[in-house]
């Protein structure tokens, strides 16, 4: 995370979910919740262009569903970042956003949300231009046959993975017990193996995407 304060704008119609989140994102010194509201019309009022960095949108809202509100919302502001929040598996929906998005979108479960590290990170990474997938998918995705993603070796597979998830290469590194510099030699052998060219962060992104596009998931075991 860099030391800017990331500033975050919350919709979630439900008050206990709306409440866990804001009090867990604003114990973070570099987060800073601007806004929670519990519908896409109070959020329509309060998330002016250039209010807020990232906006965390339930995708079932009383008044209408987040990823439509994401949608206006971006485009009045395309450098806003979307997170979606969702108790059930929209990964269709997700996927499907990205080709559409001026700049791509996150997902997280509300199940997943719940552990603070894994919100942090995702919310952190997202500010950063990372597109970030619920780790529980991501931990449940396997290459598709045929896909470019499928002839990855084991162990590019494992550090994409978590690049998927929001880690950083240091976290990616102590999560695999291996180097920082063995995770940039894979991510180096991933990007060549998909045809991702381009700067690191773009990079980065396209690979996520990847991973996306040409894996398979089971919402539940």
């Not at 994401?70 to 395309?78: A, H, I, T």
Request: net charge negative; glycine share 8%.
């Amino acid at each position: 995370m860099t030391d800017q304060v990331v500033r975050v704008g919350i919709v979630e119609d439900e008050a206990l979910m709306r409440g866990m989140l804001e009090q867990t994102l604003s114990a973070e010194p570099n987060l800073r919740v601007v806004h929670a509201v519990p519908g896409a019309t109070e959020a329509r009022l309060v998330f002016t262009p250039g209010s807020i960095d990232v906006a965390l949108l339930d995708v079932h809202l009383p008044d209408g569903n987040g990823v439509a509100l994401g949608v206006q919302l971006q485009r009045q502001d395309p450098n806003l970042a979307i997170m979606l929040l969702s108790a059930e598996d929209v990964m269709g929906l997700f996927t499907s956003v990205q080709e559409e998005a001026p700049k791509a979108w996150s997902y997280l479960s509300k199940r997943s949300s719940f552990a603070r590290d894994v919100l942090v990170r995702a919310v952190a990474a997202t500010a950063e231009g990372q597109v970030v997938v619920d780790p529980y998918l991501v931990q449940r995705s396997e290459p598709r046959t045929g896909s470019a993603v499928a002839d990855l070796t084991p162990a590019q597979f494992g550090v994409l993975r978590l690049v998927a998830e929001g880690l950083s290469n240091q976290a990616a590194a102590e999560r695999l017990g291996i180097n920082t510099r063995s995770v940039e030699s894979h991510l180096k052998s991933i990007y060549q193996r998909l045809g991702i060219d381009g700067d690191g962060s773009n990079r980065r992104v396209a690979a996520v995407l990847a991973f996306i596009e040409q894996t398979g998931r089971a919402w539940r075991t």
